[in-house]
């Protein structure tokens, strides 16, 4: 789309669905949630204006991190199916409404949390918004296969965030929640990125199933599966969890490794619309909300 009909006033039948689709609220609801289940298994409940504006704040930050990454990658999702009917490559809003409104909300979510609870979580939520523009989206999507797994780091920020505006301090707890969304993030994507591989190669994305092959991603998503798994099912043996949530851990992610399994030996090289793949990027999402879920359980319930 031309720059000169993208900032067109007259062109831009934009509403209030194509400011929410800036944030990405599908992505916004993961992020959300693990943030406040980082708050709520902290040892220290803060009071619950506190508590909600803090998860205000990471769902404002998640929302700036979503309008900055369709703002940059305008061009690229223009040459997408899945992104292509987005605001912007579609053209129902100019592009510098969308950064004008991505800086806006950043850097109201990071000034709003520090007020509310304090600098550290708001340094936080600074670094992670700062580290999804500009390290994932800018520099690694564009230019390695291995641009999810460093750029999963800035997925992996919520819930120690929450746990920080809880506490004002980082322990080891939030730590291993952030080392476990970081491990989650790969096998999840790769296995959405086998689905849409054909999209990334249109748009001169190296995600790992077009530079290496879908046998390659394949093998590297259950190997990060395992790994994810020791990591998940650590806070139980550290004594940092219980056994709801040991018992309960080892049980999804036993079930998130045989479907990583099916995936690895899945033969085909396009993924059927019900295959392995699909499977174990539908489970993922719930894995995670599942996990996160029974942490805060166990917490209330030890």
Known sequence: MPAIEMSNPAALPADWRDILALTKPRVMSLVVFTGLCGMLAAPVTPPLALGFTAILCIALGAGACGALNQWY?????????????????????????ALQFGVGLGAFSVLLMGLATNWLAAVL???????????????????????IVIGGAAGAFP?????????????????????????????????????????????????????????????????????????????????????IYGISAAILSLVFVVLAARVMGNRSTEPAQMGPEKHLFAYSVFYLFALFMVLVVDRFLA
């Not at 690229?76 to 510098?96: E, F, H």
């Not at 591989?197 to 995600?207: E, L, N, Q, T, V």
């Open 159 to 243: 819930p120690l965030i929450g746990w920080v505006a809880a506490t004002g301090r980082v322990d080891v707890l939030p730590l291993l929640l952030f080392v476990i969304v970081f491990l989650w993030t790969p096998p999840h994507f790769w296995a959405l990125s086998l689905f849409v591989r054909s999209d990334y190669a249109a748009a001169g994305i190296p995600m790992l199933p077009v530079v290496a092959g879908p046998q390659n991603t394949r093998r590297q998503i259950f190997a990060y599966s395992l790994v994810m798994t020791a990591a998940a099912l650590a806070p139980w043996p550290m004594a940092l969890a219980g056994p």
């Open 73 to 97: 990658e305008v061009d690229v999702d223009a040459k997408m199916r899945r992104t292509a009917k987005r605001p912007l490559p579609a053209g129902r809003m100019d592009r510098d409404v």
């Open 125 to 147: 939520l600074a670094v992670s918004i700062l580290f999804y523009v500009l390290v994932y989206t800018v520099w690694l999507k564009p230019r390695t296969a291995q641009n």
